[in-house]
């Protein structure tokens, strides 16, 4: 009896242990599909992911201006500005930002950047204003490395400019040697 009931015991455990496997594989797929759908219905939530270049197209007049800038301002190593670095990077609310399209240097002790941006109706000098300040705070980081004066002093010659409709912000990579005031006006039909 005593090995009967072992034997029972122990198919009672393979059972269970088979019902648990079984159900750790649904609950993670589902799991899986709920995180899915949850970052789905997150991202249709928030408004930063509506100003997307990938997802709602950077505007015509955006695009444009990052390609002309970017024939002056050749970035190495590209690193695409995403709707998570408008917000966290740049401190740009989301409701401020139609449209928008950048790309920074990726490498180190490069500060290079070219970004154009499509403000909301009526914000395009808070755009401005918060480029600024994205500005102050990357002259005073670039300050911090003696090896980063060549990227210091090109954050600190940024060209941010725009106007209702446009609002770009320019930082020279350090091979950059055109004249990027030509090209930021040339851009904005100054």
């Given at each position: 009896m005593n090995i009967r009931l072992k034997l029972v015991l122990s198919a009672a455990a393979l059972a269970a242990g088979c019902v648990l496997l079984a159900g750790c594989g649904g609950s993670a797929s589902s799991a899986s599909s709920s995180a899915s759908s949850g970052?789905?219905?997150?991202?249709?939530?928030e408004p930063a992911a509506s100003v997307s270049a990938e997802e709602n197209g950077a505007s015509d007049a955006v695009a444009s201006a990052v390609?002309?800038?970017?024939?002056?301002?050749?970035?190495?190593?590209?690193f695409e500005i995403t709707a998570m670095n408008i917000e966290y990077d740049f401190g740009l609310k989301a409701d401020d930002v139609t449209s928008y399209k950048g790309l920074k240097s990726n490498d180190n002790g490069d500060a290079g950047l070219v970004l154009a941006i499509q403000p909301a109706a009526g914000k395009a000098q808070d755009v401005m204003d918060t480029l600024k300040t994205y500005q102050?705070?990357?002259?005073?980081?670039?300050?911090?490395?003696?090896?980063?004066?060549?990227?210091?002093s090109n954050v600190e010659n940024a060209i941010i400019d725009g106007g209702d409709d446009l609002v770009v912000m320019v930082i020279a990579s350090n091979d950059c040697s055109s004249d990027l005031t030509s090209a930021v006006k040339d851009v904005l039909g100054k």
């Open positions: 970052a789905a219905s997150q991202s249709a939530s390609d002309a800038l970017l024939e002056a301002d050749p970035i190495s190593n590209q102050q705070d990357q002259v005073a980081f670039y300050g911090n490395y003696a090896e980063f004066a060549q990227a210091q």
